[in-house]
C-alpha cells in the first residue's frame, strides 16, 4: 500500500499501535521536504526549525547527497574496516582537509552517543586515569557511557547505577573547574554551545579555563560537537570561535547530510589505540562514507556556514525587537537559536506550529530553532512573523 493513499488517522494509528511509547509526537505526519520546508500529509507547508534535530543543516532533498547515496547504494554499499575502500579513503582526506592538522585521526561510527561512547573510552585507555569531568545541563547521548556524561536527571534516574568515574560542574563557572579536574581525570567534555540543555553559549572563560587545566594536568579536553558543527554556528566548526584546540572533537548529527553516521576526530596525544579495543560493523561504510563526502562539499560549495551566521543573526535580531513580558531572554550563536521564556515552552511550539513554524524545545522553558542552514531571507522573515503572533 503506498503511504500517500492512507489517511493521516490512519499513519497514526499504525504508528501508535507499534511505537516504542519513548516519544512525545505531534500529530502532524511529514511526508516531504525540500530546502528548509516540510510537508504534511495534508499538503501542509512549515518552515522546519527543527531542522531533523540537527541532522537536515544541508536542507532536504539535497540532489548532489542523494545522487552519491543512489550511485554509492549500486555500487558498494557493505564494506566493513576489515578491508580498505576507496570512498572511506576520500572521507578520511576530506575530514583532513576541514580539521586542524592536529586531528589528524578519526574513527567513523554511526551516532553522537556513539561518538562520545569511542571518545570517553579512547580518554579511559589514553590516559589510563577513569575520572570524565562534565558539565551540569550537558547534553551527550543516552547510552550508558554517554548518559553518565548527560546531566539532565529525567534521562538518568531510570536507569543507574550509571558508569562510575564521573563528575559534572556548573557550566560557565571557570572558577569550579581548578577543583574539578584533578591528577585522576582522564578527559573533560563539553559542548562550546549547549543545545539541548537549552541554547547556552560557553563563555570564552570558560573553554579557555577547560583547555588550560586539562593540558596542565594531562588530561584530555573532548569537544562535542555533534550539534553545534557542519556549520551550524556559523563557522564550519564551534571551537573555530574559540581559542581552544580539542584533543577529541565528537562529531555525528549533519556529518552525512542526513545519512546516520557519527565521527571522532582525536589528536597523536590519545596516542596508539589497543586493536580490536572498540570498533563497529557499520562505521565507515561506502554509503554513509559518499553521503558524507558529498554533504560536505555542498556546505561549502553553498558556503552554508556563512548563511548560518547571516541568517542567524537576521533571526537574533528580529526575536529580540519582539516585545513580550513572555521572554525572559534570546541567546544562541549562528542558527542555533533559542528564546527563553518565563512559562513553559509547549504553548509556544504549538502556537508556531499552527502559525505554520516547526520549532523544537530546549529543556522546559527554552524554544529553538535549529532550521537548515538553507534557510532564506523570506523564511527567517516567515519564522519572525509566526513568532510574534505565538509569543506577543
Ligand atoms: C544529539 C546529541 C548527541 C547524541 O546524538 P545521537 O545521534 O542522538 O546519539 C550527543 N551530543 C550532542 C551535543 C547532541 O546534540
Known sequence: MSATLRSTTDLIAAEDAHTSGLYTKRTVVLVRGDGATVFDSEGRAYVDCVGGQGTANLGHGNVAVADAIAQQARTLASCTELFYNDRRAELYEVLAGILPAALDRVFLCNSGAEAVEGALKFARAATKRTGIVAAMRGFHGKTMGALSATWGPEYRDLFGPLVPGFSHVPFNKPEALDAAITADTAAFIFELVQGEGGVRPATREFANEAARLC?????LLIVDEVQTGFGRTGTLFAYEQYE????????????AGGMPMGAIAF???VGELTKRSHSSTFGGNPLACAAAIAAIGELRRLDLARNARERGAQLIAG??????????EVRGLGLLVGVELKENAAGALRALQDEGVLALGAGPTVVRFLPPLVITETEID???????????
Request: glycine share 2%; charged share 35%.
Open 267 to 269: 589528536s597523536r596525544k
Open 319 to 328: 526575536l529580540r525587537a519582539i516585545r513580550s513580558n513572555r521572554i525572559r
Open 244 to 255: 581552544i584546540l580539542p584533543d577529541l572533537l565528537c562529531l555525528a548529527k549533519s556529518i
Open 215 to 219: 593540558a596542565e594536568r594531562g588530561a
Open 382 to 392: 516567515r519564522v519572525l512573523a509566526a513568532s510574534r503572533k505565538a509569543l506577543e
